[in-house]
Structure formats: structure tokens, C-alpha cells
T-cell receptor
Framework: DTEVTQTPKHLVMGMTNKKSLKCEQH?????MYWYKQKAKKPPELMFV???????INESVPSRFSPECPNSSLLNLHLHALQPEDSALYLC??????????????FGSGTRLTVV | GIQVEQSPPDLILQEGANSTLRCNFS?????LQWFHQNPWGQLINLFY???GTKQNGRLSATTVATERYSLLYISSSQTTDSGVYFC?????????????FGEGTQLTVNP
């Protein structure tokens, strides 16, 4: 079983809906990440939280709003998404900096469809 | 940023065959990982291997950091090995470092 848990596994939402993706880790990692992955492409970094503070925002549209309530939890709030936002959203965690014997651990992802 | 090239892009094998996947990167790195993405989308960490050689069952990996490449060996392949294999690297700086993925190798193992 993965040590990074993401919920829900699948999500279908309309363009006017508001929804949230959740991610939880209990490995004591202090960095958490959101990635977006389109079909047949590698994951693309969206946001990085380091010690519960947003440290990297890769020019992501404001309809995606991350939140890190504590060191174990990471949320991604979604509002007014477009069909092209349909993708697999992956959460990851690591030590900060990630120079350990484990590197990054990824969750199993949320497959999002915007209709 | 660091460039990561993986080869081959696609590989089709019969069950039981062996294979070698390659990852070339353009700069020195502190972190190199091999991941397997299964058909359900989960990215499974196979190896954390910025240098040296590691083995885990039928899989092994070698990274030659001075020559900036890494190899993933799969022996006696099984249908469950099918999926996409990603190499990802990172050069850790004081801030702003990020994991850079290659485009992946799509492996299909036929029974």
C-alpha cells in the first residue's frame, strides 16, 4: 500500500462546481507536492509546500487553489474548471530537501474529469 | 534546467524476456529515481539511485553519475511489468529545486 493517500480516486465535476482533492502522508515528510499528468505525458509540477508554506507555484491558474492545513495534509481546491483540466492529479511527499535514501513518494492519484 | 532523455520510448516483449531501459541526463544530480506507473495511474517508486547499483528481485538499476546515465534492467519479464517506466532526476539547490521527469518508456509484456 502507498504511504501517501489521495481521495477521491475518481471525480467528475461540472464547470461550475467546487470540489477538493485531498492528500495525506504520515511519513514525517516536510515537503508536499501537487502534480498534474495528462495522458501519455510525464507528471508536471504544480505546487510545492515546504514546512507548510507555499514555496513554488508553477504559474498555475487561480481556479486551482492549494492549501496545507498541517504537515500531514495537502488539499487542492478546484473551482470553475475547464474540460482541458481533466487529468490525473498526483500528490507526493519527501524530506526537505529530498536528499535521503527514499526520494519522493507518490500517491495513487485522483482521476479528474471536467464536463 | 536539467534535460532527461529516456530510451526506447516503446518496448514490446514476450513474457520471460529480459530488457534494459536507459536514462540520460544533462547535469550532475543529487537524486535519481525510477518509477513504474501502472495502468491505474499509480507511480510506484522502484529505486532511489543517484549513484551505484541496486537490486530488488527481478529488477536492478545502475547509475553512472560521472557519465550521466542510469540503466534499469528487467529480467524474466511478466505481464504485470507492463506500464510506463519513468526516470526522474533532481539537482538539489537551496531553493526552487524540482524533480524533472523523462518522457518515459512504455513497456508492453505479452503472454
Amino acid at each position: 500500500d502507498t504511504e501517501v493517500t489521495q481521495t477521491p480516486k475518481h471525480l467528475v465535476m461540472g464547470m461550475t462546481n467546487k470540489k477538493s482533492l485531498k492528500c495525506e502522508q504520515h511519513m514525517g515528510h516536510r515537503a508536499m507536492y501537487w502534480y498534474k499528468q495528462k495522458a501519455k505525458k510525464p507528471p508536471e509540477l504544480m505546487f510545492v509546500y515546504s514546512y507548510e508554506k507555499l514555496s513554488i507555484n508553477e504559474s498555475v491558474p487561480s481556479r486551482f487553489s492549494p492549501e496545507c492545513p498541517n504537515s500531514s495534509l495537502l488539499n487542492l481546491h478546484l473551482h470553475a474548471l475547464q474540460p482541458e483540466d481533466s487529468a490525473l492529479y498526483l500528490c507526493a511527499s519527501s524530506q526537505d530537501p529530498p536528499g535521503t535514501s527514499y526520494g519522493y513518494t507518490f500517491g495513487s492519484g485522483t482521476r479528474l474529469t471536467v464536463v | 534546467g536539467i534535460q532527461v532523455e529516456q530510451s526506447p520510448p516503446d518496448l514490446i516483449l514476450q513474457e520471460g524476456a529480459n530488457s534494459t531501459l536507459r536514462c540520460n541526463f544533462s547535469d550532475s544530480v543529487n537524486n535519481l529515481q525510477w518509477f513504474h506507473q501502472n495502468p491505474w495511474g499509480q507511480l510506484i517508486n522502484l529505486f532511489y539511485i543517484p549513484s551505484g547499483t541496486k537490486q530488488n528481485g527481478r529488477l536492478s538499476a545502475t547509475t553512472v553519475a560521472t557519465e550521466r546515465y542510469s540503466l534499469l534492467y528487467i529480467s524474466s519479464s511478466q505481464t504485470t511489468d507492463s506500464g510506463v517506466y519513468f526516470c526522474a532526476v533532481e539537482r538539489i539547490k537551496t531553493s526552487g529545486s524540482r524533480l524533472t521527469f523523462g518522457e518515459g518508456t512504455q513497456l508492453t509484456v505479452n503472454p
